[in-house]
C-alpha cells in the first residue's frame, strides 16, 4: 500500500499551475457519447477517476485515444448500454452515462453507485427526472435497467441542488423530444462548461449558470473540440497550502472568479490574496484568523474545499465554527487531524475548531479525496515528519500532488509498501 511521507514546518514558495479540473472533464469526456466521430479535448488532467472514465468509454466501444493532455474521443463505434459494478464502484460518477446512453441507444444498464465515505449519496433525483422524460426504470440486482424508446422534454423540478444529476439531465435532454425545464438546477462553473460543450455539439441549451436550465432538444448532434476548464478545488487547494505553511505562492492558470467565496474566507482568515493578469498571487505574512464557513452549493463556499480550510482553521488562534450542509458524513478526516493534535469538536454537521494549537505529525490515513489533501495540508504544517497511508484517494483528483509542492518547497516523497 503507497504512503507519503512529509517533513512539515518548511514555508512554501514558488509558483505552481493549475491542472484541468476533473468534475469538468468527467462529464465532458461522457458527452462525446452523444455524436458520432472524434471529439477532441485538451487539458485533460491525468488523474484516476480520469481513467476510469475513459475505461469504461472503452467498454462501451467507444474509441479514445490519449496523447499527453488531449484525449480524442469517437463514440461512432458505441455498441454496449452497460456500464459494470467493477467500474462504477470505483467511480460513482459513472452514473453520468445514464442520461447519455439512454438518448443514444434507448437503453442503459448502469450499476447503481453504493454510498461512499462522506455520504449514502442517493441518485433518485438523476432517475426521477429520467422517469419524467419517459424511461422506466428498474432497479434489480443492484442495478438500473432503464429504457426509453424516445424520451421527451420535461418540466423537472429537483429537490436538492445536485450536480451530476444536472449534468445527467442536461445529457438526456438534449436529443429528447421537446422541451426540458431544470429547475433548482445545479449552478457549479462544470456544470456552464458541460453546457458549453454541449453547445457546441449543436445543442440548444440556455440558462446553465442559473438555477433554471432550459433544453430544446435536437435530432443529432456532432463531435466537438474543448479545452477544459482549470481545477478551482486544486488552485484552492493550492491558496490554503500557502496558508498553512506562511508561505507565498502563485497560482497561475486558475479562473479566479469560480473561487470568490473561497477567496473572500481566506482574505477573511488574513492571508493576502492578490489577482494578477495570469492566476492568483497568495501570501501568508501575518497570524492567521478564525473564521466561520458554511458550505453551500456554488456559488457559495464549496463542500470540496471544507476538509482544507478545516486545517487553515486548525492553526489561527480562536474558535471557528465549520458547517458542512452538502453531506451528511464529510467530517472523516476530524479524527486524523485531532491525531496531529487538532483541537475539534463534532457535533452532527457542526464543527467548533479551537485553533491556534501546534500540530505535530504522526500516521495518519486517508479515507476520501479531500480528505486526503486536508492531511497533506496539516502535514506541511506540522512539526515532525507524517505518513499518509491510503493515498490512492488524493491520486483521484490531484494530479501530479508530490511534485507540485516539492517545486514549492515541500519535502515529501511517496513509499509502495
Ligand atoms: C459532485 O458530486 C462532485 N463530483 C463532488 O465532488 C462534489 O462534492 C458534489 O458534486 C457537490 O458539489 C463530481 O462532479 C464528479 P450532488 P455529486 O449530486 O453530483 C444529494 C470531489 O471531491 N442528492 O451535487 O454526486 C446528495 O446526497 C467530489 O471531487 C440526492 O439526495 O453531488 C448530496 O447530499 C466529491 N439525490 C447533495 O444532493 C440525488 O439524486 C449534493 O450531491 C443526487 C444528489
Redesign the pocket.
Known sequence: MEKIIVEGGRRLQGTVSVSGA??AA??ILVSALLAEGWSVYHNVPDLR?VRTIKRLLTDLGVQVNTQGSTVKVNAGTLKSHEAPYDLVKTM??SV?VLGPLLARLGRARVSLPGGCA??????????KGLEQMGAHISLEHGYIDAEAPSLKGADIYL???????T?NLMMAAVLAQGVTILRNA?R?P?VVALATALNQMGAHITGAGTPVVTITGVDTLKPTSVTIIPDR?EAGTFMLAAGVTHGHIKIIGTEPGHLAAVIHKVRQAGITVEQEPDGLRVVCEQTLSSVDVKTL??PGF???MQAQFMVLMCLAPGLSVISET???NRFIHVSELQRMGADIKVSGNTAVVQGGKPMTGAPVMAT???ASASLILAALAAEGTTEISRVYHIDR?YESIEQKLAQLGARLWRTRG
Not at 118 to 127: C, E, F, S, W, Y
Not at 159 to 165: K, L
Open positions: 476533473k468534475n468527467l462529464p477517476d460513482r460518477a453520468l462522506i455520504g449514502a449519496r442517493p441518485i433518485n433525483l438523476h432517475l429537490d436538492t441542488v445536485t450536480v451530476t444529476g449534468e445545479a457549479e462544470e478545488i452549493p456554488y464549496p463542500t470540496d452538502i453531506f451528511e476520501d479525496l479531500r483528483g
